[in-house]
């Protein structure tokens, strides 16, 4: 078997050995079974929410569960077809079978990353919130770098893409902006993007063209919808109006219509400008209080699940992702995974699903790289 096609396979195998990993295999079968069941049961629909939660796991393992073997079907058929090519020396058909085998390998990739956003929020649309760390200006535009990355990785996907709120920079760039993003699984592919991202450039706000660096940090959480129950008491909260910023006419520039919620207990701080009104300004920040809240939650379960082993990345100021290096050589580097790329134009233009797939990955094995920063 040539070089080309044993890395194909050694790909499909990993691909397949996580999703079998992650799915707890046997268990997974046995719990299709009993699904499967379930929805022969008549009386099941007597309680609709429980019924569509059984429908969506069924769905969800059932999906996951054929691909998996499709896939090892057809690679175990491919691999045939090229022994028995190589055995009659048929060069073109080795060939193609060795072409098939890669395109076999990219859709198992592709598999597996499906069956990893199995989250209970992962299907949902999601917030991605960019602050810009200290610095000045370098930091702002920066900040505003990545606010525009995330933006075009969203229309890559074909994801719907609203700006909640953004405040610009004295001289470039902004400070903090919120995002929107709506579509499937938008949280569950962002939400290994949360941390410091780190950017070494010569400045071009430097008459000495000096070397630069600069942190932002991105926060990535999932809107709640109505299956997801979040309490907040209201006394815990305090709500303050102050003049929106930015385009919107003279209405929005004149008028206390931004609304900024603090969530005392925790410290939490949200706010909205979007629009023109300050109700739905409101109704706007409530909604990214109950999702900062369960993003809190969700955190606080994964921490707890993975303290044994410590594969917890903790996601705070301080605690970079990635590094992102312009000049004076092209590298953009993932700190937790090892993932590479020598196109930051590219990266920073959206193309983040190789830098997503690792991250998620590694979130089932637990494996950490030992690599060294980038300066």
Known sequence: MRAEAQAHIDSIHESLALVRRFLDWDRALRRLDELNARVEDPTLWNDAKAAQAVMRERRRLDEAIAA????????NDTVDLIELAEGEGDTAMADEGVADLGRLAARANDDKVKALLAGEADGNDTYVEVNAGAGGTESQDWAGMLSRMYTRWAERRGLKVEL????????????SA?????????????????????????????????????FASVWVYPVIDDNIEVDINESDLRIDTYRASG?????????DSAVRITHLPTGIVVQCQNQRSQHKNKAEAYNQLRARLYERELSIREAAANAENATKTDIGWGHQIRSYVL?????????????TSTAPGDVLDGAL???????LSQRVTGERVDVEDVD
């Open 68 to 75: 998996t073997r499709a896939i090892e079907q057809e690679l």
């Open 164 to 175: 909640i709120d953004q405040h610009s920079g004295e001289q470039a760039g902004i400070k």
């Open 178 to 214: 919120t995002l929107l993003l709506k579509g499937e699984n938008a949280y569950g592919y962002a939400k290994t993007e949360s941390g410091v991202h780190r950017l070494v450039r010569i400045s071009p706000y430097d008459s000495a063209a000096r070397r630069h660096t600069s």
């Open 247 to 255: 385009a919107g006419g003279q209405h929005i520039n004149t008028t």
């Open 327 to 339: 000049q004076p050589y092209q590298l953009v580097k993932d700190l937790r995974t090892g993932v």
């Open 353 to 359: 699903d190789p830098f997503m797939a690792a991250a």
